[in-house]
């Protein structure tokens, strides 16, 4: 709900996958585990997601290391940050009588400033 300029949120959070067909929104139900961590001793935002695949991302997204993971949370405003996929850990399926689209995924994820950090080939300093 938005009264003026102020945005009311439940308290929740919205995980999104942004991928070359659009970004799909995942179901709060569906994802395991999912924290980032921001250090005073880090120079960069990581983080982790475990989730069910419920929709067949790998099948029809498809997943190629260009996507990027939205989150949105937050008490009295909306805070939205936007995350880069570093890793694919895993990719497992969650029975083996489950259907295709049950696979867990893990994806490891970081800020923009990693690889500002990280791959350039001549530093500044």
Do not use: W
């Amino acid at each position: 709900m938005r009264h003026g300029d102020r945005q009311e949120n439940t308290g929740e959070f919205t995980v999104s996958l942004s991928l070359d067909v659009g970004e799909v929104t995942l179901d709060n139900s569906s994802i395991q585990q999912f924290y980032f961590i921001e250090d005073i001793y880090s120079f960069c935002i990581t983080g982790k997601l475990v989730f069910h695949d419920q929709r067949g991302i790998l099948e029809f997204g498809p997943i190629t290391g260009n996507e990027s993971v939205n989150v949105s949370y937050g008490e009295e405003t909306d805070i939205e940050k936007t995350f880069y996929i570093y890793k694919l850990s895993r990719i497992d399926q969650s029975a083996q009588v489950a259907p295709a689209t049950k696979e867990v995924i893990e994806i490891f994820f970081v800020d923009q400033m990693f690889y500002q950090l990280n791959f350039f080939q001549f530093s500044k300093s």
